[in-house]
């Protein structure tokens, strides 16, 4: 049998209630996704004058790929099979970094007042 060896493990302060102490190499990476993309690209562009508005460092709007969703039905209900109609659903989605975020801006971020129908996915990476 080899010995099990153990790293030491490190104190941490103790955090403190409303702390919102932000790493200095974090990374606030937001999901937009909207099924119409006008309303998609004026939340996002709320989102970057936010973020411009305390001077932080942003990269994207990235597009990525459409989700797109279809479904394939018969127009009749007995007969009829070669009578078929298509239905789609497509699901727009941006992709915003914000590089060190202030806890200002996150702030300002969770404050915003966006349109229905839009989505975000925040998270801290």
Request: net charge positive.
């Amino acid at each position: 049998m080899t010995a099990a060896t153990t790293t030491p493990k490190t104190k941490r302060a103790p955090k403190k209630a409303g702390d919102a102490a932000v790493p200095a190499d974090a990374k606030l990476r937001i999901r937009v996704r909207a099924y119409e993309h006008k309303i998609l690209d004026v939340s996002v562009k709320q989102i970057m004058d936010t973020a411009a508005r305390f001077d932080a460092k942003t990269v994207g709007p990235v597009p990525l790929p459409t989700e797109i969703k279809r479904w394939t039905v018969n127009r009749s209900s007995f007969v009829h099979k070669d009578a078929r109609e298509q239905f789609e659903m497509r699901i727009h989605k941006r992709l915003i970094d914000i590089l060190n975020p202030s806890p200002k801006v996150i702030e300002a971020l969770t404050n915003l007042n966006l349109p229905s129908g839009v989505t975000i996915d925040v998270k801290m990476v």
